[in-house]
Every structure is written in structure tokens, then in C-alpha cells.
């Protein structure tokens, strides 16, 4: 008798907004002749990294994120460097990772995938040793990370009026970057550290990003003013950034980040604290990402 894998899918009830999550039942029933199924409800942050953990010592083939961003973050931060499996479902708010590898919001075709089994060996991004699969941030988008959902509303609309209430406040900065062919400054309002293309709901901020080629896209904005807001904004939806007179945007696999001051971090949408100095670097295709 042949053993069948285990696949445990941690769901985050919390993530996104409206999206009602999948059922145990349901997903029991589509595996039931390919797979063991668990699934494991997270109560509050941390939760998925020590389900998924615990789901490496329990030999599991294949752990799934059920949720945004954070979700996948935690849950591959735990499985980086192993030979599991990490699947995701979108229900999170924007997206980005499961946007970027268009992976499908319709359940039945996302679980397919899964199914399939099919895979990619993808990047992960140490910023100051903590990891990034898509996009982080230094600066203003960090800032409003750090925001962000603290009133108890969360979603894409959510985050444009915030966006739009701290935009003339928030300030530029002067940063130095250092890496193997020498140092240069500039002035910035964010910095994206790009490993995928967007931060999601399809705000692509580094459109040349691959997520397996063992580089970090740096993509540094400089502040313009609120009449300029909305052609910038258009240019990231239609994926024409690079176009823009307030963007510059280079590739490395190691460099270091100074600043004048401490400035907000976020991890793929998670506020990640304070620091003047970040250590960046590639650890190249150390996650087996399910892919379609």
C-alpha cells in the first residue's frame, strides 16, 4: 500500500477582505484520491511559520498559503532551504507573489495547480536576516505599512486614501548604496527591494523582476508633487514605471543601504521595524514554489 503525501493548508482568516476562505471539508474532498489532507487556522501572527515548521518535522510534502502576502511570507520564511513544497491560494489584498507567477484566483484552477505538483526554484531575499519572496520596501511605502490596517480596515481602497492622507507629509531621504563595483547617493522617497515585479492588486514597481535569476531589483523613487501622484500611479498599473522622470532602477545580488536617519521597513507588505543600515542579499532559488 502506497502511502499518500501530506499537504497541510494553513489559512489565515484575517487576510484579505470580504473572500470567504476554503472549507477543510472541500479540501479534503478535491485531494481525496491524491493526497492527506490538514488544514490549520492562524489566530495571530507567527501562527503559520510555526504550523509550517511543525509540518517539516512532521514530513509533509507540501505546505499551502491561504491568504496575502504575510501568510506567504511567514509560511516560506519556515520552509526556505528545504526540499517542501509551498503552494498558495490568493485570498490575501493585494497579492502580489501569487499576481506575479499568475497563479488564478478561481479555487478549483489554483488547486489544480497544486495538484500538478509542478515547480519552480525561487529566490529569497535576506534583508538584515530576515527573508523576502516579492517586493519590500524602504521609505514611504514602508511607512504606510506601518499604517496600514491599524484602523481595522484593510483592501486596495483602504490603502490609496492612506497613501493619499500621508503623501505631502512624509519626506525624502539621502541613502548611500555600496555594492562590488563601488558606492553612490541619491535621494528617495521608496525604495523597493524587488525580487517579483509588484507590491500587488497589480502596482508593478520593478517590471524587469525575476524571481529565480539570483538578483534583487532596486527600484529608488523620488518624491514628486501630489499633481504628479496620479500619472505615476497609471504608469505602475500599466507596468510603464520605467518611463518615469522620479524612477531609477538597478540590479544587484549583495549591497548595503545607508541612510541619513532611521527609515521604516516593510517585508512584503509587513512593517518590519526601523534601521539606517540594511544588509541585502540573494539566497538563489532556496524555495520550491508551486507554480502553473
Not at 484520491?33 to 495571530?44: D, G, I, R, Y
Not at 483592501?155 to 512624509?170: A, C, S
Not at 541619491?186 to 502596482?203: D, I, K
Request: proline content about 3%.
Amino acid at each position: 500500500m502506497t502511502t499518500q503525501p501530506k499537504i497541510l493548508f494553513v489559512i489565515n482568516p484575517a487576510s484579505g477582505t470580504t473572500n470567504a476562505k476554503p472549507g477543510a471539508e472541500k479540501l479534503k474532498v478535491f485531494f481525496q484520491e491524491h493526497a492527506h489532507v490538514e488544514v490549520a487556522v492562524t489566530l495571530k501572527s507567527g501562527d503559520a511559520t510555526a504550523y509550517s515548521t511543525q509540518a517539516i518535522a512532521e514530513g509533509f510534502e507540501t505546505v499551502v498559503a491561504v491568504g496575502g502576502d504575510g501568510t506567504v511570507n511567514e509560511i516560506a520564511s519556515a520552509l526556505n532551504g528545504t526540499n517542501i513544497k509551498m503552494g498558495i491560494l490568493p485570498f490575501g489584498s493585494g497579492n502580489g507573489l501569487a499576481r506575479h507567477h499568475h497563479i488564478p484566483f478561481n479555487l478549483q484552477q489554483a488547486l489544480q495547480i497544486i495538484r500538478q505538483g509542478k515547480y519552480i526554484m525561487h529566490d529569497a531575499v535576506s534583508i538584515n536576516d530576515k527573508l523576502s519572496f516579492n517586493v519590500s520596501g524602504i521609505g514611504f511605502d514602508a511607512h504606510v505599512a506601518h499604517l496600514f490596517g491599524k484602523d481595522g480596515r484593510r483592501g486596495f481602497t483602504g490603502y490609496v486614501n492612506l497613501v493619499m492622507k500621508e503623501f505631502n507629509n512624509y519626506k525624502e531621504s539621502e541613502i548611500e548604496i555600496s555594492h562590488e563595483h563601488g558606492k553612490s547617493n541619491h535621494f528617495m522617497f521608496l525604495t523597493a527591494l524587488a525580487n517579483a515585479s509588484q507590491f500587488g492588486n497589480n502596482a508593478i514597481i520593478a517590471p524587469n523582476a525575476l524571481t529565480h535569476d539570483g538578483k534583487v531589483d532596486l527600484a529608488l523613487v523620488k518624491k514628486m508633487n501630489s499633481l504628479q501622484l496620479p500619472l505615476f500611479f497609471a504608469r505602475a498599473f500599466f507596468g510603464k514605471i520605467t518611463g518615469s522622470s522620479h524612477y531609477t532602477a538597478m540590479q544587484f545580488n549583495r549591497f548595503t543601504i545607508r541612510s541619513e536617519k532611521a527609515l521604516p521597513l516593510h517585508l512584503d507588505g509587513e512593517p518590519a521595524g526601523y534601521s539606517d543600515t540594511f544588509q541585502v542579499k540573494v539566497q538563489q532559488g532556496s524555495l520550491k514554489l508551486l507554480i502553473p
